[in-house]
């Protein structure tokens, strides 16, 4: 009886300590020790599958802030479906978006069909947003020498002078394959400043990731590669991003000379450090190092202090000097800093870009104006002062004046037997006019915002797309592309929404709003442009705009560059060359919203709203959504703004009718096809 009664014991607690059949790890997709993001990023969910069934569910990952308890606090969250094979290991790739100005971590949950929960991890608290060079390679060797470094940012969010260290993380290597496991969407490398890499490692991550580098690139990332065979130069996507064939060529005597560094004086150590000033550094090559540079030309390259460079959309293509993990350069403090200068250039090239590519924060304040222009109630004021006047009339018509005629009539008691029927005819106008001004149906607005390279066919395309529904209830917004991630506009701590991924690309759900209120989205993805906008420079310095887009470009603005006025054109037809001079002379006065200067356009309201109505607000609601420190109109570089005519040409937005559909384009640099 006793080992019957054991025999029992042991078999009910059996099942408590069997293995889970499940284990899950969790990191961000950029490596341990990758600083957190305000936007998007990519989070690498290892499940290893114990059983000797096919486990299916879904993950569940979280951003959350540091300190709170059991996810109570402010958290993003995106739900992604798995199936992991018997006795087998797959690796997730999950995009999540970061919270704004919060230590923040990673948090998944594998989940059952049922929603029973089969495993969990976290990652520890991740540092806060800083430069970041990520090495394809791995181990990094010139990581430990870097990290240390301090550099100065003249662009920190707000303006002004900071410093920084610098993040270094390295690309985990595939346990089965050896190839290099990095993000295979765009937004996966929002948070890294510069990609530094070889031809050799790049050729292993495969075309899908591949060609998320070349989008993130395009979008205004850094790439810096180090060439180490003859045939690296001919690789088809290395001429695609530099513009033509490459040439290896001997290196000028200004980088084989002594290299001139700018250097805090008083290093903060972070982002929001404040620097007392900048001082000089000044190194040398070592012999050895000195007698290894190359350089490269051909294609879009020019001579930079690091090796060669091409502009590519709006990012840089870099083919460095030097090759950063190997030696005798990775023992060389020159090539450290060097690095180290790199990441700097990169870091504060972004503020020339308007809306950065997934890595803008989804507060309420910055997109306030975004809002009222996706906000139909916006446009039923008038419904408030009709209203009014409405309840002033029928305060008169009740009450004085009704018992003003009963009176008159001889039947005093006669206006309580009207009052009903006065106060239900007022009834029924208020509400006749709320239905006049609201509308009995739901419907959709949408304001985006393309970024380009000049002559570039594709670019970045955040697009606000603003819903606004007459009940209620739980929405699904799909996102235009596979590769777009999108999030609404709010408090992430007061919103339920879900981030949904799977083989048909991202969508929200759980999306709700009150009703007559305008729900926002934000959209990070990419546009086809045809052939783009051409930007051509003459030997005089005169530009040519040649439009090549398939529709018409209205309202449109160039400047130049350097000490020459602006130029507005009314309309740019398909196809159409316009010469600068053919424009009218534009003054662009300084907005004050920004410290950069802003968009400028105070004085050309008039020409704008001419060309399209509600033109001039609609790039202001832009200007005040972006960074603060940014430059519309670079010195050094033409840009170009102006509206698509016909928009995206979309008529619904996640099955409301699109009473509005405004693309704004904006194309910085020189080139393009004639």
Same mark, same amino acid.
């Given at each position: 009886?006793?080992?019957?009664?054991?025999?029992?014991?042991?078999?009910?607690?059996?099942?408590?300590?069997?293995?889970?059949?499940?284990?899950?790890?969790?990191?961000?997709?950029?490596?341990?020790?990758?600083?957190?993001?305000?936007?998007?990023?990519?989070?690498?969910?290892?499940?290893?599958?114990?059983?000797?069934?096919?486990?299916?569910?879904?993950?569940?990952?979280?951003?959350?802030?540091?300190?709170?308890?059991?996810?109570?606090?402010?958290?993003?969250?995106?739900?992604?479906?798995?199936?992991?094979?018997?006795?087998?290991?797959?690796?997730?790739?999950?995009?999540?978006?970061?919270?704004?100005?919060?230590?923040?971590?990673?948090?998944?949950?594998?989940?059952?069909?049922?929603?029973?929960?089969?495993?969990?991890?976290?990652?520890?608290?991740?540092?806060?947003?800083?430069?970041?060079?990520?090495?394809?390679?791995?181990?990094?060797?010139?990581?430990?020498?870097?990290?240390?470094?301090?550099?100065?940012?003249?662009?920190?969010?707000?303006?002004?002078?900071?410093?920084?260290?610098?993040?270094?993380?390295?690309?985990?290597?595939?346990?089965?394959?050896?190839?290099?496991?990095?993000?295979?969407?765009?937004?996966?490398?929002?948070?890294?400043?510069?990609?530094?890499?070889?031809?050799?490692?790049?050729?292993?991550?495969?075309?899908?990731?591949?060609?998320?580098?070349?989008?993130?690139?395009?979008?205004?990332?850094?790439?810096?590669?180090?060439?180490?065979?003859?045939?690296?130069?001919?690789?088809?996507?290395?001429?695609?991003?530099?513009?033509?064939?490459?040439?290896?060529?001997?290196?000028?005597?200004?980088?084989?000379?002594?290299?001139?560094?700018?250097?805090?004086?008083?290093?903060?150590?972070?982002?929001?450090?404040?620097?007392?000033?900048?001082?000089?550094?000044?190194?040398?090559?070592?012999?050895?190092?000195?007698?290894?540079?190359?350089?490269?030309?051909?294609?879009?390259?020019?001579?930079?202090?690091?090796?060669?460079?091409?502009?590519?959309?709006?990012?840089?293509?870099?083919?460095?000097?030097?090759?950063?993990?190997?030696?005798?350069?990775?023992?060389?403090?020159?090539?450290?800093?060097?690095?180290?200068?790199?990441?700097?250039?990169?870091?504060?090239?972004?503020?020339?870009?308007?809306?950065?590519?997934?890595?803008?924060?989804?507060?309420?304040?910055?997109?306030?104006?975004?809002?009222?222009?996706?906000?139909?109630?916006?446009?039923?004021?008038?419904?408030?002062?009709?209203?009014?006047?409405?309840?002033?009339?029928?305060?008169?018509?009740?009450?004085?004046?009704?018992?003003?005629?009963?009176?008159?009539?001889?039947?005093?008691?006669?206006?309580?037997?009207?009052?009903?029927?006065?106060?239900?005819?007022?009834?029924?106008?208020?509400?006749?006019?709320?239905?006049?001004?609201?509308?009995?149906?739901?419907?959709?607005?949408?304001?985006?915002?393309?970024?380009?390279?000049?002559?570039?066919?594709?670019?970045?395309?955040?697009?606000?797309?603003?819903?606004?529904?007459?009940?209620?209830?739980?929405?699904?917004?799909?996102?235009?592309?596979?590769?777009?991630?999108?999030?609404?506009?709010?408090?992430?701590?007061?919103?339920?929404?879900?981030?949904?991924?799977?083989?048909?690309?991202?969508?929200?759900?759980?999306?709700?709003?009150?009703?007559?209120?305008?729900?926002?989205?934000?959209?990070?993805?990419?546009?086809?442009?045809?052939?783009?906008?051409?930007?051509?420079?003459?030997?005089?310095?005169?530009?040519?705009?040649?439009?090549?887009?398939?529709?018409?470009?209205?309202?449109?603005?160039?400047?130049?560059?350097?000490?020459?006025?602006?130029?507005?054109?009314?309309?740019?037809?398909?196809?159409?060359?316009?010469?600068?001079?053919?424009?009218?002379?534009?003054?662009?006065?300084?907005? *004050?919203? =920004?410290? +950069? !200067?802003?968009? @400028?356009?105070?004085?050309?309201?008039?020409? /704008? &709203?001419?060309?399209?109505?509600? %033109?001039?607000?609609?790039?202001?609601?832009?200007?005040?959504?972006?960074?603060?420190?940014?430059?519309?109109?670079?010195?050094?570089?033409?840009?170009?703004? *102006?509206? =698509?005519? +016909? !928009?995206?040409? @979309?008529?619904?937005?996640?099955?409301?009718? /699109? &009473?509005?559909?405004?693309?704004? %384009?904006?194309?910085?640099?020189?080139?393009?096809?004639?």
């Amino acid at each position: 009886m006793p080992l019957g009664l054991a025999a029992l014991l042991l078999a009910a607690a059996s099942p408590a300590l069997a293995a889970p059949p499940l284990n899950i790890e969790v990191q961000s997709m950029l490596g341990p020790g990758s600083p957190t993001a305000d936007g998007w990023m990519s989070a690498e969910v290892r499940i290893d599958n114990r059983s000797s069934e096919v486990v299916r569910g879904t993950l569940s990952v979280d951003v959350e802030v540091a300190w709170s308890r059991s996810g109570s606090g402010p958290h993003n969250g995106t739900d992604v479906p798995f199936s992991v094979p018997a006795r087998a290991q797959v690796s997730v790739e999950v995009p999540v978006h970061g919270l704004s100005g919060s230590a923040s971590i990673i948090h998944a949950k594998a989940l059952s069909e049922q929603g029973q929960v089969l495993a969990e991890a976290k990652t520890p608290e991740a540092r806060g947003n800083e430069p970041l060079i990520f090495d394809l390679g791995s181990p990094s060797h010139f990581a430990p020498v870097v990290r240390p470094l301090s550099i100065p940012l003249v662009s920190p969010p707000w303006g002004g002078l900071a410093s920084s260290t610098i993040a270094v993380s390295s690309a985990r290597k595939d346990s089965h394959s050896g190839e290099p496991v990095v993000p295979r969407l765009p937004s996966g490398y929002a948070p890294v400043t510069v990609v530094v890499g070889t031809a050799s490692e790049l050729s292993l991550i495969g075309d899908e990731a591949r060609a998320a580098l070349g989008d993130w690139l395009l979008a205004g990332g850094a790439l810096a590669l180090a060439l180490e065979k003859p045939e690296d130069l001919r690789s088809p996507y290395l001429e695609a991003w530099a513009g033509g064939a490459v040439q290896e060529q001997p290196p000028s005597e200004g980088l084989r000379a002594e290299a001139v560094f700018a250097v805090p004086i008083d290093p903060g150590g972070v982002p929001s450090g404040r620097s007392s000033g900048v001082a000089e550094m000044r190194l040398n090559p070592t012999p050895e190092s000195r007698a290894r540079l190359r350089s490269y030309g051909g294609g879009n390259l020019r001579p930079t202090p690091w090796g060669a460079a091409a502009s590519y959309g709006l990012g840089e293509l870099h083919l460095l000097a030097f090759r950063p993990n190997a030696e005798p350069f990775v023992s060389d403090p020159w090539t450290h800093r060097k690095l180290a200068d790199l990441a700097r250039h990169a870091w504060d090239r972004r503020a020339t870009i308007a809306l950065p590519f997934a890595q803008q924060t989804l507060d309420e304040g910055h997109l306030a104006q975004v809002r009222r222009e996706l906000d139909p109630n916006q446009s039923t004021r008038w419904m408030i002062v009709v209203s009014a006047l409405l309840l002033l009339a029928y305060a008169g018509v009740a009450g004085p004046l009704n018992f003003y005629l009963a009176r008159r009539s001889g039947a005093p008691l006669r206006a309580l037997s009207r009052l009903p029927l006065i106060s239900g005819l007022a009834l029924v106008l208020v509400v006749t006019l709320g239905f006049l001004g609201r509308g009995v149906s739901g419907r959709a607005r949408r304001l985006t915002l393309v970024e380009a390279g000049a002559g570039m066919s594709r670019a970045t395309a955040t697009r606000f797309r603003g819903l606004y529904a007459s009940s209620a209830r739980e929405r699904v917004v799909q996102a235009s592309a596979r590769g777009n991630v999108l999030d609404a506009t709010g408090d992430a701590e007061q919103s339920a929404r879900r981030l949904v991924v799977d083989r048909d690309g991202a969508r929200l759900t759980k999306l709700q709003g009150q009703p007559w209120e305008v729900v926002v989205v934000q959209e990070d993805g990419f546009i086809e442009l045809g052939g783009g906008v051409s930007l051509i420079q003459a030997a005089d310095g005169t530009l040519s705009v040649k439009n090549r887009l398939g529709r018409d470009l209205v309202g449109v603005v160039l400047s130049p560059g350097g000490s020459r006025s602006a130029r507005f054109f009314i309309r740019i037809k398909d196809g159409e060359l316009a010469a600068e001079s053919s424009g009218q002379t534009l003054a662009l006065s300084a907005s *004050g919203l =920004l410290p +950069g !200067g802003g968009l @400028k356009l105070d004085g050309a309201t008039k020409q /704008l &709203e001419s060309c399209s109505k509600g %033109l001039s607000s609609a790039w202001a609601a832009l200007e005040y959504a972006s960074p603060r420190n940014i430059e519309f109109w670079p010195s050094d570089v033409p840009v170009l703004i *102006g509206q =698509l005519d +016909g !928009g995206e040409g @979309k008529h619904t937005d996640s099955g409301f009718p /699109l &009473e509005a559909d405004r693309a704004l %384009l904006r194309v910085v640099g020189t080139g393009g096809v004639p």
